[in-house]
Every structure is written in structure tokens, then in C-alpha cells.
């Protein structure tokens, strides 16, 4: 029993403060160059922090960033020197310019796929660093671009700009504790990982795409703002991409997937790079070497290996803490839904489906009623995946009419269907390994969540929420059985165990209907009857219509009110399971002609 | 055209040099599915070994056989005592991060003993005939040189990798290293012979190039982000797709710097990824399955 | 309510006694000067490509100052610190030495983008500086008071050039490759003012990067147009590049005005294994031999005798220069020795001779640009010839 995760929100707190004082009391005691380095420190975590959430959060690799710092910068600038605006203003304005190429990138990840998508970005920045070397007016080119250092009314230059860049890190590490620990936290594991998942889950990719990279730049932005004030000169090379190597490794170094993996890779990269100083010339051997043994010794980053060691310093990956709650607070209440005048919940009419002249569905008409549990059988190739995918709304169906809760649906993304009440789990477990099995559950609850942009602040209601999706999450983790392993990775598990998560991951979204993709797919004997159970539990106990496609039959004759037949894309039967048993062209299908 | 012929010949065999690095570099993700960036360390490391032994008093020849040799076992070792820990266990991105702390030891390390000599070092082409007169214009060994290699070594290499036991072995683990393990081929062995050849292809581009682009410790850097863009632009999982990538990009760089303006002659690829990326999300052969979902 | 665990006190401990080493232990005398030692900052990119620049300089400078032993009592310490030829890396590379070593003078500034990063930092710690390296003209005109600099800037670099043109005959349109990095705008620039005045015609700007590795566009281009003459201001690597190209298809017959970045002609033409590319290749050298001369041979030893693992290029030429400067400044300083009195002696030598430089340098109290002749030489025969008028500015 692993129930509780010794992380406590207060300790974290603690070290917060603790180190907001230290930061606060640099320029009483330091010289001249340390208050320097610390001030880059700073803008470096919000590199860090910035490239983390797109590449160790979201899994994009996105080699653009020292592009977008730059734009911040010249931005910066330009608002600064030549419109004349007030330095501290024009931070936030070049912020914006950078957050609106942001959007740019956004494009690209939604276009280009994983590896496609860095080579493009790494393009983008050699493009973009072109642009800065031949910007003439607009950025004073190779030349270099002597910045006044910009006065504070408070405090000296100097100083000025270090409290500056304090305050606006601190506030980005708050954001982006808070944001990261809670439902945007968790969309964002899941399109790292399960990407073509989302839809199903409720989750508008594009959206959460331009989401990421428009929040990311932004803070990339206000990172070259800051350092425009700092080092009083902008050079092109300083954003050449090999700088964005830099900023790679000190996210790698760190620990992807951790706000305080950036914070703690920023902090020993600039510190190792001004360290080896030194050595003189060979401080390239010596770097280089220290950061390949580092990376060996810590593939999870320094951070993951410190909180390995010391999982008190995890940071909080919840607004509240799970441990704290039981699984019987909540009762998992359904109501059972009222249609007006129809029983059919879902009515399918002659849809078909072609793939490049293969008829993988050929006018399959069905009606499923409320309460129902539906199988689909069929030999391999006759189509039901195809079907489920259609219904879920993976693909796009090419003829006739789909309505589902009385509403046409006629190529609506998969994430509106999920709106709709429709859950579904895959026949090759789409769990997230970024999350763990409490959070990817908790992924059910995206379709339901109405205060998530509390988040941000920490909001009354979004605490509120959070605090029922967790206990459902419990309670729908005991339902199926799998209490036990609620911090286990999301692929940490068996095949049988992954494929409850599922179900419970569905349950808390209350769908009127679930969708399972074989869900004795890839699971034993003992995980085939377990999943029996659990499927009719759903049906009697939370009143979910469920359409299960399967092989085994054993299971879907067993629990099935009502089966279909699909053969080469066609319907061929649909009745009561011991009437299918009998029925020649079924047998047909399966065996061929040949006497047995 | 006299001019033309000019941007032709220069163009392919810029372009086959790039092919050259982007098929090693295709070859190694290709069989164990990561990326090298440090193939732009092995490279530059061929060229200074091939000085080293020349100035040491080798043949010529003898000079450059041992570095190539060399590289190919230098970056084995590299593989075998820092990446192979790293490619089982950790993130992809991981890995990323160890090859270019390599590269900068690599560099570092090369900058420290060669750098006393100058900031640059020339490397004697590998033949030195008069240059070849076609009308009114002269090809130089060394460009004629690099084609002629370029061919004959993608030539042999495709011929082993085709027909060969040992490439066809490759290609199975390159396929699919999970049913290779189960049908009993020893996949780390061909692991090793994948980066060695790998390497091999990379030390024979630096060889190459060398007598053409100087030698200088840097010169790993940029070669292999042409390199990348070569191998992007083919699809990167596709051996000829790399020659093809290679060559357009070579190309492109000496006909569009022409004819566009030669301030873009640096940022021609870049501008090509971009436009062929958009068109064609998966370059211009990649396979669909290169992103596993 | 807030507890303090065990765990948290010993972290905020640890946190605070590392502070600790970061504080400057290290507190020199009074501007860096003690009764037996002088500590003189090395300011200049040590790595990267450019180290040239900088690392190479530098070393030729410490060899000056071993060989000078003890100056009134005192011994030179030479301080490097990498700026690695960037603005970000310079600053605080700048802040460091100036925290912890308080250097006396600063003496490098291989790049001109460091160097007028650094500049404010060094401005407001009031330290000499010696530029043995940029040429961007900001770095000393207008004239900040402090930094001095003893090689030729931009503009006069590139006056220099257009000057030599128009001293050859029926030459008025030229064609131009140039780098358009920091290094090479300056001196474009500089050249293209110039150019105007000498009414010289330029037909075309190509451009280059130091990586680039192949420049048929660039030949073909200038060659479609003919030219009369060709201007590179390249470093030597894209100048071989770009002279390969060029001779390919017969540029090389016209005359072509290379850069200070080339001035060991010997050496171009030991690496380009072209024969003929150089026959009309000039370029402005700083110095009046180069390593390979029979003049060098004093030089040569020198550096041999300090530094046994250098081998002599025209870069530590330019640190000798320098070095020498620097060393009889502080002689004739004496023995109080501030950084006030030096600027103040150095602004009084109006003709000081080095071993390198074909002029005496010459400063003033408005003028800190010390370098006052360039030449220009071609090789001819295997041996390098100096040609044409030596230019005054």
C-alpha cells in the first residue's frame, strides 16, 4: 500500500522562500561580476523553464528558442531605443512579439511531426539569425547594437535590472508550478506521449499546441528583454544556433519534465560555464567532459537524480495532495439519461468508409439502444476497428449519417465526440509514461473541467474541482481495482493492468457510452475475466452503453446484450448473441467454406 | 553554358561531400535509432589525423588510409564507453545532449594540441594533375577527385549494404531490432558495425573535403548541420534519400547563391527544408513509419 | 504555520557558506600594481574560431614581457581571460578580471563586438586598454580617453585599399567579396566611403561566411560582370576558398586586394596548392616581414625561446608590437606607477619604434590611434615584395 508520496506543498514552499531571500541578498554582499552571473542565471531558468515546457513537458522538439530570444531582444530594443518606450514596458511588449511568433512555431508542431518539426525549427533559427546579421535598421546587423543600460528609479543600474529579472523569474516559476501541476500539466503529458489519444480524451491538440509555444515564447521573449537591460549589446551571434545547443543541455542536464529540473540545469550549466574560466584555453575539453559524465551518471537529469534520492524535493505534480484523501469520500453517482422520444443513443445509417478504393466499410446501418452492451466481432479485416475509430471520431466517414445522443456528427473532431459523452480505450494501451496512473486517470476528467484556468492562480474553484476529480479518480481507481498503483508510471504496469486504467480513466469523464477497442487485447486469462467484470459493473452499476469490439469471443457472447457481425466491411447479422453462435454466414466468415 | 557547367560540376561535388556525411549519418539512425551529432566531431578529427600522419612523414595515400581507419575505430570506442549506456536507458533527448558534450571535448581537444599552428591547415589534394581543360574552363583535380570518390564509395557501400552478409544483417536490425534480437542475430555486434561503418563514411568525407574547405577545429560544426538538412530533405531514413538530399542541397547552395544573391548562399538549405517540409511533412522519400506513434 | 525540518536548516546553511567562494578572495594592491609585480589583463577570445585573434596575440605580448624581466623592480604578470570573441561572453569575462585581479591595463580586444560590449564595464573601472585587434572605429574614436590602439582601424583599413586601387592603372570598376560578419562590415564600410572618393566604380558586393565551402557563385558572379580588379575582405580560409574558385575559371589573371586577415602571403600560398593564384594577389601587410622572412629570424628566436611550442604567425607580429609598446611605457612611467601616469606617457610618445611595424606608432592626447603605415606586398617569385607606395594616414 503506496498510498502516500512523501512530497509536502509547505516544504516546498519553504525552499521557495528560502531561496527567493538568498537570490534577494546577492547584491549586499557580491562584486560586480557575481551580481553579473546571477543576473544571467535568472534569465537563463527562463530559458530553461521556457524550452522545458515545449520539450521535457510537451515533447515537441522545439530547436527554435534562441530564435524567439533573440526576437525578444531586437524587440525589446526597438521599443526601447527607438520608439522610446519605457524600458520595463518594453520588456513585456517584446514578450508579446515573441509570444506572436510563437504562434508561427505552433503552426509548424501542428503541421510537421516529432523529428521533421526540430529540423524545421532548427531551420527557422538559422534563418532567423540571418535575418538579425542582415536586419540593417531593425537590428543593426553583425555590427552589434550598443543598448544604454536602462535606469531604475530605486535602485542602480546594476542592481535595477538584477531585481528585475528576480521578480519576473520568480513569477514565471510560480506560473509555472502551477500551471504544470494540475490539468494543463497533464494534457501536456498526454501529447507528449499519447498524442493521437487526445482527441478521444477530450483534449483540442492544435489548441494545447499554440497554447504551449504561445506561453513558452512569451517567457523566451522576456528572457531577451531582460537581457537587452543587462548586457547593454546585442550581437547576432548570441542567438547563433549554437546557443541553442546551450540551452539544450542545460534542460537536459536539469531533468526534462520538471520546473525545477530547468531551474537546477540553468543554474549549474552558467555556473559550471563560468566556472571553467579557470582553465583558459581548455575549458572546452573541460566542460565537455564534465557534462558527458554528468549526462551518464544522471540520465534523468541532475534534478530527477536528487529527487531520487530525496523524493521530499519532488515538486508537486497535484494542486493538493492525493494522500490526503480517501477513496469512499465519493460515490461515483450517474444519472441515467433521459431522451426525449428515442431509446437509440446511437443510430447508424448506411455509413461507409474508403481507403484509397478499399471499401473498409460499405453501408453498415445499426442501432444501439441506451443501456446496452454491444459486441462487434468479425474476422481480421472486416472492419471494426475502422468502425470504432469512426465513431470515435478518429477518422472521417465518407457516406451516410452517424448520429449519436441525437447529434449528427458528421466530422466533428474526436475531441467535440468526447464532449458529447463518448470515452473509448485502445487496443494498444494509450497510457502516458510522462504521467503517473493517478494522473493519466485523471486525464478522464478534461472533458468535464470548467475552472481549469484557476489553475494560474490557484483559484477557489479550480481547488474545489481538483479535489472531487481526484477522489472520483480514487474512487474510480477502486472501482477497477488498481488503488494500489496510483504512482506507478503510466507504463510501468501490465498489459491487463494498463487496460483497467483505461476503464477507469473513462469512468470519471461519465461517458453515456464507452467505446472499448479490444479490450482483451494483449491480457491473460485471469485480466480477461477481471476485465469481464468490470465491463458489466459499468453497464448495471454507472449505466454506461458499451460497444466492445472484440476477438475473444468467450467475452463478448458472455456479457453482450446484443451482437453484430462485420465481414469484409459489410453487416452480415446483428441479434442476440446465442443466435449469432448459430448463423451459417457467420460461420462462414470465420471458417471459410470448408466442412468441419 | 559555360556558366552552367561551372555551377553543375562545383554544385555536385559540393553535394556529393554533403551526401557523404548524410549518409553516415542516416546509416547510424537507421541501425540503432539515434541521431550522432558528434559525426561532425569524427569527421573533423579525420582531416587532423590525416595531417598529422602526412607531416609525420607517411605516404600520402598511407596517410589517408590510416585516418580513416583510426576515425572508424575512434568513433566506436565512443560509442562503446558513452553512448551505449545512454541509448538503452535514457530519453532520446538524453542522448542528444551526450553527443554534443562530445563533440565540444572533441573540439576542445583538438583546438588545444593543433591550435599553436595556426588557425588553419591545408591538406594536399589527393592528386595532383593539371586541371582538366573543357573548353574554356578548368575543372580542378580535387573537385574531379571528390566525384569520382563520392561515386565509387557510395557505389561499394551500396553494393555491401545490399549484398553483403553482414550489410544485409544490418539492414534486418535497421528494420527491426526486436525480431532481429528474436530470429537470433547478435544486434549489438551489428550495432558495432553499424557506427563503425558509419564513422567510416564520415572520416572519408573529411579526408575528402579537407584539401577543398581547409581544416580548422570548427569545421565539424557547420558541416554537420548542412549534413542534417541533407538527410532531412531525402527523408531521414533513407539511405539514397540522403545522396538525393546531399546533392540538392549542394546544388542549390552554388545555383541559387548565383542566381538569388550569394548573401543567401548560407541559408539556401535552411530556406529548402522549410519549403519542402511544408509541401511534404516527411521529405521527399521518407517512410510513414519514421515517427512511431 | 511553517516548520523548519532538519532537512531545510542544513540546506540553507550549505547555501550560505557556498557564498562564500564565490566572494572575491583575492583583493591586488592598489590598480594592480605591487612593489614587485604588475598584473596586466589579457582581454581576447582564447578559443573559438577567432583565437587567432586573441590567444595568438597575446602570446606573442607574453613573450615581449618575459624577455623584459624586471621594469623598475617590477615583474609583468599576464592575466587571460576568454571573451570569446562575443559580446555575452566578454562582458563578464570583463567583469571577472576586472573583480578579481584588478588588472592594471587590459591589453588584447581581439574582436570588435567584445571588445565594444566590455567597453562600458571597463569605462567605468577606469582601466587602460591596449587594442591589439578590433577595428570597429567606435573603440577609439571619439576618443574615451583610455583605450589606445595599435593596429589600423576600419576605415582606414579600407581607405587603404581604395588608395592602392586607384594607384594601379585603367583600373575603375571592381568587384567586392566580403565577409559580412562584425570583422568584415567594418571594413566593407570603410572601403565603400572610400571608394566613393577615389571615384572608383563598384559593380557588386558578394558576400561569403567564413564556413562557406564553395564560392563558384561568387566567382561566376564577379566574372560575369568584369571587373578590373577584385577586393576580398576575408579571413584567409574563405580567401582560399574564393581564390580557388576564382582561378578556376581565370579570375585570378586581375588584380586582387586582399585584407591584414592575409598579410603572410608565404603561408596563403603554401596552403592553397594552387600554382598562379597568387600572381596578383596583394595584400596589406601590418607588419614589414613575415614569419618566413630571413628578417624574422631575431623574432623567430624570440618566440623559441618563451613559448618553445608556438610556431611564429603574422597575429603574434602584432602582440610583439604591442608588447613592446606597453613594456617601455611602463619604463618610462617609473617607479610610481599609476594608470593615470601611463595613459598620460602613453599619449606623449609621438614616435615609437617597434620591431615589427614598418612605422613608428604615434599617439597623441587626441589621437589613440597608434598605427600610422600599412603595406602592401605581393609574392613574386616565391618571395614576398613590397609594393607600391607604403600609405600614411
Known sequence: MNHALPYSLIFHRSIYIFLALFAFSIPFWANKYILYVSTIVFINILLAVSLNLVMGFAGQLSLAHVAIYGFGAYSTANFYIVLKIPFMISIFFGAFFSAFVGIFLGFLSIRLKQFYFGIATLSFTMLSHWFFVHGGQITNGASGWPIPKPDFIIASSHNGIFYLSLVITFIVLWFGLNITAGPFGRRLGALADIENACGNLGINIKKLKFEIFIISSFIAGLAGGLLTGVLGFLDPETFHFVNTIIQFLMVVLGGLNSIFGGLVGAIVLTGLWEWVRAFEGLWEIVLGTILLLLMILTPYGLYGFITRKYPKLREPRYALNPSKFKSENNQINYQKIKLENSQNLILVENVSKNFGGVKAIDKISLKIKEGEIHGIIGPNGSGKSTFINILSGAITFDDGNIEICGKKLRNIPSYEIAKLGVSRTFQNFRLSSKLNVLENVLLGSTVRQKHGKGAIIRSHEFIKEEKKFIEEALSALEFVGMLDFIYSKGNELSGGQMRLVEMARGIISKPKIMLLDEPAAGLSIKHVDTASKVILKLKNELGVTIILVEHVLRLVMNISNKVSVLNSGKLIASTSPEKVKELAVVKEAYLGRRKI | ?293 | MIKFSNFVKKLYLILFLASFTLVSTQVYANQGVTKDKIVIGGLSPLTGPNYIYGQLVLNGAEAVFKEAGLINGRKIELAKEDDQCKGEAAVPAAKKIIAERNPFILLGFGCSNATLASMPTILEAGIPSIVAGATNDLITTPNNGLYFRVVMKASEEGAMQAKFVSTIPNVKKVAVVTQKDAWGTAKWEGFMSAAKLAGLNVLTVEEMTVETADATAQALKIKSLNPEAIITILYPKPTIVFLRSAHQIGLTKLPIIGHTSVSDVKDLDSKINLPGALDNFYTISLTSFSPGDPEATKTTALLKKHLPNEELTQYHLWGIAAGELIVEAIKKSGNDLTRKKFVETLQSMNSFKTSVYPAPLSFSKTDHDGYEMGLFTVLKNGNVIKVGTSFKK
Not at chain 2, 528474436?182 to 551489428?190: A, E, F, K, L
Not at chain 2, 569545421?219 to 534519400?241: E, N, P, S, W, Y
Open chain 2, 1 to 293: 553554358m559555360f556558366t552552367a557547367s561551372i555551377l553543375l560540376i562545383n554544385g555536385v561535388a559540393v553535394g556529393g561531400l554533403y551526401a557523404l556525411l548524410a549518409m553516415g549519418l542516416v546509416l547510424v539512425f537507421k541501425g540503432s535509432g539515434v541521431v550522432n551529432f558528434a559525426h561532425g566531431a569524427l569527421f573533423t578529427i579525420s582531416a587532423y589525423l590525416a595531417f598529422s600522419l602526412l607531416k609525420f612523414g607517411l605516404p600520402y595515400f598511407l596517410s589517408i588510409f590510416f585516418a580513416i581507419i583510426l576515425t572508424t575505430l575512434i568513433g566506436v570506442i565512443i560509442e562503446r564507453i558513452a553512448f551505449r549506456p545512454l541509448i538503452k536507458t535514457a530519453d532520446p533527448l538524453i542522448f542528444k545532449g551526450a553527443t554534443i558534450a562530445c563533440t565540444f571535448v572533441i573540439i576542445g581537444l583538438i583546438r588545444w594540441r593543433f591550435g599553436g599552428l595556426g588557425d588553419y591547415l591545408s591538406l594536399p589534394p589527393l592528386y595532383s594533375f593539371e586541371p582538366i581543360f573543357l573548353g574554356k574552363f578548368t575543372i580542378p583535380s580535387q573537385q574531379l577527385v571528390i566525384i569520382i570518390c563520392v561515386t565509387l564509395i557510395m557505389l561499394i557501400f551500396g553494393a555491401f549494404f545490399n549484398y553483403s552478409g553482414i550489410g544485409r544483417l544490418m539492414q534486418a536490425v535497421a528494420e527491426d531490432s526486436e525480431a532481429s534480437k528474436v530470429v537470433g542475430i547478435n544486434v549489438d555486434r551489428i550495432f558495432l558495425y553499424t557506427w563503425g561503418v558509419g564513422s567510416c563514411l564520415g572520416a572519408f568525407a573529411g579526408v575528402l573535403m579537407a584539401p577543398v574547405t581547409l581544416i580548422y577545429p570548427d569545421m565539424g560544426l557547420i558541416m554537420l548541420v548542412k549534413a542534417v538538412a541533407a538527410a532531412v530533405v531525402g527523408g531521414f531514413d533513407r539511405l539514397g534519400g540522403a545522396i538525393v538530399g546531399g546533392m540538392i542541397l549542394g546544388l542549390s547552395e552554388v545555383f541559387l547563391g548565383f542566381f538569388l544573391g550569394t548573401q543567401y548562399q548560407d541559408v539556401i538549405g535552411f530556406i529548402i527544408i522549410i519549403f519542402i517540409l511544408t509541401f511534404m511533412p516527411r521529405g521527399l522519400f521518407g517512410s510513414k513509419n519514421l515517427t512511431r506513434v
